[in-house]
């Protein structure tokens, strides 16, 4: 079993999220447990087409906070 972070927020009625780990698996669900099995579903699908994620996989993944002036 892997281990992925879903990052998650509320819009409206709905929790939306993704996992963090891998770009491009984003889901929703009514409830927080309905978004969890709907990512896991997400990302199964995504992994079905190997070619989709896998070469960039294992690629380090940095982030940086800036300041945007308004």
Known sequence: ????????WKDDDWYVGRLKE??????QGE???ELEESVKDAYR??????????????APVYQKEIGVDI
């Open 22 to 27: 891998v770009p491009g698996v984003f889901s």
């Open 31 to 33: 409830t927080l447990e």
């Open 1 to 8: 079993m892997r281990q992925f972070t879903l990052e998650y």
């Open 45 to 58: 699908l995504m992994m079905e087409d190997d070619t989709a994620i896998l070469p960039n996989m294992h």
